[in-house]
């Protein structure tokens, strides 16, 4: 007997994707609670986690275009609840949720994902007091980043006109809502990207306001990319969110916090009227001090002129004083003149005439004259006799007295004098010298 005869034969693909029809048919628009576990973004941007509980455990995707719009970031152990459609994966028989939008389930749930994510903010730094900018004491060009249509930018505006009028440059934004944060962030970075001198000035103050609302509604000012612009914004931000019990991360990033947007307008100018009187106040203070300074001057001056003897009376006793001088010094110089000329007469008497000195130099230089003479000619003399000497000595040791007695002196051809036959040769010429003369032979026959 075969059983089963009458049920219809499927493949294992028909079968798959017709419990994927029926799943599909069935559960085409579902909300599932859960806590989202081994969250994951996929290279292709698609979004891939478990959504759990304590008994089951179902796989979710979300695709990237559904993902970039989610008004939450799924984030490990977040408990969500996501509404969507029930489809299956027929290449591993597995049943998943395609995730279409998703929310905080509760305020318990979100309070715990801003908590999470503000100690990993808080971990990088970005609430450091150190990155604190100061705020400039009255600001050419304020910025403001908030909704262009809401009662924020009203208030703002005429707190500003109240206090000290500034230029404001109003960067319009969605303040909640899908794609607020992003908005929101690109406004920040945008007004940092200005150049500082152009058509539109990059403002010196930017406020980040709006007005309060539910914690869902205040989301954008938590979310991570408005915080990071915040934080890396080098032109000074106050942040402006909600009443005064509401409280953002983009708070914590800021350079200030006002706890209204109205606040932060008068964070942001001091008031013109405060400065006025205390301009006013500063010179009245000025005023009186000068006055003071010049009474204690004229004081002072007029009792130094009291205790001042008068100028008549000054030159009476200079002009006595200089005759007085003036007769010392008279009687001074006529005194030196006197003992001058004694001391020239003193030193005349012991001076000798002129004349007498050249006198006794005449007579000193005949005497020197007659001894210089007799000198020389002694000199003479004796030098004659050595010279008569030496001719005498000259002319008994000459070889030409030699000569005379009938030797003769022969030299070579070069006129060296030979005093041996060895270095004469046949032919070689040589010269005789005699007495009376010369003669020249040639050499015929050697020894």
Known sequence: MTIGNNIPELTVSELAFSLKRTLEDTYARVRVRGELSKVKVHTSGHLYSDLKDADSVLNIICWKGTLAKLAIRPEEGLDVICTGRITSYPARSNYQMVVEHMELAGAGALLKMLEDRKKRLAAEGLFDPARKKKLPYLPEVIGVVTSPTGAVIRDILHRLHDRFPRQVLVWPVRVQGDGAAQEIAAAI?????????????????????????????????????????????????????????????????????????????????????????????????????????????????????????????????????????SSRLSHSLERRSQLASQSLIKLSSRLISPQQ??????????????????????????????????????EVLSFKSVLGRGYALIRDSGGKPLTSAAGIHKNDRISIELKDGVLHSVVEETP
């Open 189 to 325: 970075d945008g007004f940092n990207a200005l150049p500082e001198q152009g058509k539109i000035r990059r403002p010196d103050l930017v406020i980040v306001a709006r007005g309060g609302g539910s914690l869902e509604d205040l989301m954008p000012f938590n979310e991570e990319n408005v915080v990071r612009a915040a934080a890396n914004s080098f032109i000074p931000l106050i942040s402006a969110v909600g009443h005064e019990t509401d409280t953002t991360l983009i708070d914590f990033a800021a350079d200030l916090r006002a706890p209204t947007p109205t606040a932060a307008a008068e964070m942001a100018v001091p008031e013109r009227i405060q400065i006025q009187a205390f301009v006013e106040d500063c010179s009245r203070r000025l005023s009186q001090s000068l006055g003071r300074q010049i009474g204690i001057k004229r004081d002072h001056l007029g009792h130094l002129v009291a205790r001042m003897a008068s100028p008549e009376r000054l030159l009476e006793l200079r002009s006595q004083k200089l005759d007085h001088l």
């Open 357 to 394: 000195k050249i006198d006794m130099a005449a007579k000193s230089l005949d005497f020197i004259s007659d001894r210089l003479g007799r000198s020389f000619s002694h000199y003479i003399r004796a030098e004659d006799n050595k010279l008569q000497s030496l001719s005498q000595l000259l």
